[in-house]
């Protein structure tokens, strides 16, 4: 962070005296006005609910340009990392932010995959669960509970147990989450195997069954694999901000990525692909592609609190640049499976084009995002609806680490800690009480 030649003059009608605020300038994108002595200076704070127009850090991890429809991992495009690399390469950058070359690529896989297995005891555990429990509350518990079970990695201000922390978490969440799998379907969980690749080891925990041979689909596994690099982060969005909040008072950093699957949860956030295709599939339902005219005419109205959903994200004006890949693997996926006519891709094809064509989504800057191809793909592969967050939580796991870990190195981070204007009522007595 550096100053830049420029500074900002917050001014009062009233006539208290004027301050001036350093400005700070990133590599790229706006420079930011530091308000840090705001309060100490003017006895104000600033008012921004939801963070509109609000740096909470500094960071080098992931940038995007909203208004280009642009997203850098480590300042790589996301479009060359989902072609040229493989889900643990991104996570590798996302985590030492370099790209790995061979040896260091060798390792990292090898220590990932001598991870993937979770302490026998988590099935006892999960047993506690109903077996129609949504997925997304298994995994809330499971991920928090890590932490009663590697006691040994749970020092967040320990270099060495953040790392190991990291590792754990990357290659037992696919174990995780097919384990919930299995267990709301009743069938025995399945272990990992380490010759397989990320992806295609977790194709074979969902869908293998002991009793025979699993072979992965290299299709499958490549769209699965590509599902994993889209999500795995997303700079300062609701949960890695909840998980840096979390990790701010320096919790273990099993409970904190907990914290981050509990937000993901929300049908604004990674429940967005599940809200999508049950969308989809009730406009199916209803009449399909001949209904889409009337759905659209709702959406538009806003007393009737219907939202075209996988459309619309903060900060992307433009098309999101991850839709156009998910919707490449969406093609492939479908050709694959001989799914080339699925009536809920056309319906999402013909939602799309509507949409980029009518005013109110035009006015407004609406596209599709990422979640309103990937339901698509992950029901032609299998996964049932109310697990898709849950695979999102898997890839997005790595974002989450990232965040954490470098938040924690950085000598200017303290525990998050909102201010607030206050509007209830002032002090007051409870009748009888003395004064
Ligand atoms: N359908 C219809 N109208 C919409 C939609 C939508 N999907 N999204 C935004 N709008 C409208 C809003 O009603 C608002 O209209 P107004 O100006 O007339 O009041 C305008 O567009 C701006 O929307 P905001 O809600 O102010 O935008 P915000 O940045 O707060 O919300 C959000 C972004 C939450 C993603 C929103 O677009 C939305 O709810 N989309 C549907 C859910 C979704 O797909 N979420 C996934 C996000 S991506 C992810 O988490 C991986």
Same mark, same amino acid.
């Given at each position: 962070?550096?100053?830049?030649?420029?500074?900002?003059?917050?001014?009062?009608?009233n006539?208290?005296?004027?301050?001036?605020?350093?400005?700070?300038?990133?590599?790229?994108?706006?420079?930011?006005?530091?308000?840090?002595?705001?309060?100490?200076?003017?006895?104000?704070?600033?008012?921004?609910?939801?963070?509109?127009?609000?740096?909470s850090?500094?960071?080098?991890?992931?940038?995007?340009?909203?208004?280009?429809?642009?997203?850098?991992?480590?300042?790589?495009?996301?479009?060359?990392?989902a072609?040229?690399?493989?889900?643990?390469?991104?996570?590798?950058?996302?985590?030492?932010?370099?790209?790995?070359?061979?040896?260091?690529?060798?390792?990292?896989?090898?220590?990932?995959?001598?991870?993937?297995?979770?302490?026998?005891?988590?099935?006892?555990?999960?047993?506690?669960?109903?077996?129609?429990?949504?997925?997304?509350?298994v995994? *809330?518990g499971?991920?928090?509970g890590?932490?009663?079970?590697?006691?040994?990695?749970?020092?967040?201000?320990?270099?060495?147990?953040?790392?190991?922390?990291?590792?754990?978490?990357?290659?037992?969440?696919? *174990?995780?989450?097919?384990?919930?799998?299995?267990?709301?379907?009743?069938?025995?969980?399945m272990?990992?195997?380490?010759?397989?690749?990320? $992806?295609?080891?977790?194709?074979?925990?969902?869908?293998?069954?002991?009793?025979?041979?699993?072979?992965?689909?290299?299709?499958?596994?490549?769209?699965?694999?590509?599902?994993?690099?889209?999500?795995?982060?997303?700079?300062?969005? $609701?949960? *890695?901000?909840?998980v840096?909040?979390?990790?701010?008072?320096?919790?273990n950093?099993?409970?904190?990525?907990?914290?981050?699957?509990?937000?993901?949860?929300?049908?604004?956030?990674?429940? $967005?692909?599940?809200?999508?295709?049950?969308?989809?599939?009730?406009?199916?339902?209803?009449?399909?592609?001949?209904?889409?005219?009337?759905?659209?005419?709702?959406?538009?109205?806003?007393?009737?609190?219907?939202?075209?959903?996988?459309?619309?994200?903060?900060?992307?004006?433009?098309?999101?640049?991850?839709?156009k890949?998910?919707?490449?693997?969406?093609?492939?996926?479908l050709e694959?499976?001989?799914?080339?006519?699925?009536?809920?891709?056309?319906?999402?094809?013909?939602?799309?084009?509507?949409?980029?064509?009518?005013?109110?989504?035009?006015?407004?800057?609406l596209?599709?995002?990422?979640?309103?191809?990937?339901?698509?793909?992950q029901?032609?592969?299998?996964?049932?609806?109310?697990l898709?967050?849950?695979?999102?939580?898997?890839?997005?796991?790595?974002?989450?680490?990232?965040?954490?870990?470098?938040?924690?190195?950085?000598?200017?981070?303290?525990?998050?800690?909102?201010?607030?204007?206050f509007?209830?009522?002032?002090?007051?007595?409870?009748?009888?009480?003395?004064k």
């Amino acid at each position: 962070m550096k100053l830049v030649d420029n500074k900002a003059t917050l001014t009062f009608s009233n006539g208290s005296p004027s301050v001036d605020l350093p400005v700070y300038g990133g590599s790229i994108g706006p420079d930011v006005i530091d308000i840090r002595k705001l309060y100490a200076q003017t006895g104000m704070f600033t008012y921004d609910p939801g963070f509109l127009s609000t740096a909470s850090c500094q960071s080098a991890i992931t940038y995007i340009d909203g208004d280009k429809g642009e997203l850098l991992y480590r300042g790589y495009p996301i479009e060359q990392l989902a072609t040229h690399c493989d889900y643990l390469d991104v996570c590798y950058l996302l985590l030492n932010g370099e790209l790995p070359d061979d040896k260091q690529r060798g390792d990292f896989h090898k220590l990932v995959t001598n991870h993937t297995m979770v302490n026998e005891q988590m099935q006892f555990f999960l047993r506690g669960f109903r077996r129609d429990a949504h997925p997304m509350a298994v995994l *809330t518990g499971l991920v928090g509970g890590l932490s009663a079970f590697y006691h040994d990695s749970t020092d967040i201000n320990n270099p060495q147990h953040r790392e190991i922390a990291a590792i754990r978490l990357i290659a037992k969440m696919p *174990t995780l989450v097919s384990m919930a799998y299995k267990y709301g379907i009743g069938q025995p969980y399945m272990y990992p195997r380490n010759e397989l690749s990320y $992806a295609g080891n977790f194709l074979r925990m969902m869908f293998g069954v002991p009793c025979e041979d699993y072979k992965v689909n290299p299709v499958l596994e490549r769209a699965l694999d590509r599902i994993f690099i889209l999500h795995a982060d997303h700079e300062q969005n $609701a949960s *890695t901000s909840t998980v840096r909040l979390c990790g701010s008072s320096g919790t273990n950093p099993f409970a904190a990525i907990a914290a981050g699957v509990a937000c993901l949860w929300g049908p604004a956030h990674g429940g $967005a692909n599940e809200a999508c295709l049950n969308m989809l599939e009730d406009i199916q339902r209803n009449g399909g592609v001949a209904k889409v005219g009337e759905f659209m005419e709702k959406v538009k109205d806003k007393n009737s609190g219907v939202k075209l959903m996988g459309f619309g994200h903060r900060v992307y004006k433009n098309y999101d640049p991850r839709a156009k890949l998910m919707q490449e693997t969406c093609n492939e996926v479908l050709e694959e499976l001989g799914l080339g006519n699925d009536p809920l891709f056309k319906l999402a094809k013909e939602l799309e084009k509507i949409a980029l064509e009518d005013d109110y989504f035009v006015q407004r800057k609406l596209y599709p995002n990422v979640d309103f191809y990937s339901g698509i793909v992950q029901r032609a592969i299998g996964i049932p609806v109310n697990l898709f967050t849950g695979i999102f939580a898997l890839a997005r796991t790595v974002g989450w680490i990232a965040q954490l870990n470098e938040m924690i190195s950085d000598p200017e981070y303290k525990i998050g800690r909102p201010r607030q204007l206050f509007t209830g009522s002032p002090r007051r007595d409870v009748p009888g009480a003395k004064k």
